[in-house]
């Protein structure tokens, strides 16, 4: 099939692509829209590891990483979770699933934590229906951090956790980008309608290759 085949059969087939474009973004619209829209809030945390006699940078950054990721792992454990629940900032259990499995995937998806490069640096992302609560529950994070990340490794005192940057709170909700979700939609209806249009092609001269073959077939 060459470049004029295939513009040919897009050509041929343009309104049926078109509506599976248009029938794929209004899907994904009427999914997205009935969502709750949530706001974001970004804090930044420095993993800092104090140099030990006989260390050279490259393994005090190393171990810095390490760290960063068993504390990444820790954010989304029971035992850090009651930490919340249990810290000054008004996060209460009801806030969540009463059922302990919905409420390990409710806080997976609420929170999102991200190692940033390998300079030990942690950026955490809270969404919250409540803008005020998404802000608290960031606050709490990273004070559960950084009086607690003794608890979840076992270098001691040899690591201490910075606040680089504070709660920042969106001003509107991050959660749903309804222009990606149209995009997005849009594309998957794409793809449909052009699969569907070279498929259909397929099926249709492979019906007149055989139907060739028996006017062509000798008789007996």
Not at 30 to 55: E, M, N, R, Y
Not at 173 to 183: D, H, Q, R, V, W
Not at 195 to 215: M, P, R, T, Y
Request: hydrophobic residues 45%; charged residues 25%.
């Amino acid at each position: 099939m060459d470049f004029k085949q295939i513009i040919k059969i897009i050509y041929q087939k343009k309104w049926l692509i078109f509506w599976t474009t248009l029938l794929g973004a209004i899907l994904v619209f009427d999914l997205v829209v009935f969502q709750k829209p949530q706001h974001k809030a970004t804090s930044k945390i420095l993993v800092v590891q104090k140099q030990v006699a006989g260390q050279d940078i490259y393994t005090i950054s190393k171990s810095a990483q390490y760290i960063g990721q068993i504390l990444k792992e820790a954010v989304y454990s029971d035992s850090f979770l009651d930490k919340i629940f249990e810290s000054p900032y008004g996060i209460k259990n009801t806030d969540f699933p009463s059922q302990l499995k919905e409420r390990r995937k409710e806080w997976a998806r609420s929170v999102k934590v991200e190692i940033l490069r390998d300079l030990g640096v942690i950026e955490i992302d809270v969404f919250y229906p409540q803008k005020d609560k998404a802000e608290k529950i960031s606050q709490a994070i990273t004070a559960v951090l950084k009086e607690s990340h003794e608890f979840y490794h076992g270098a001691g005192e040899n690591v201490s956790i910075k606040i680089l940057d504070g709660s920042l709170v969106s001003q509107r909700p991050a959660k749903p980008n309804l222009f990606l979700s149209l995009i997005s939609g849009a594309i998957i209806g794409l793809l449909i309608g052009l699969a569907w249009s070279f498929k259909n092609f397929q099926l249709v001269k492979k019906s007149d290759e055989i139907s060739s073959l028996g006017e062509n077939a000798p008789f007996a």
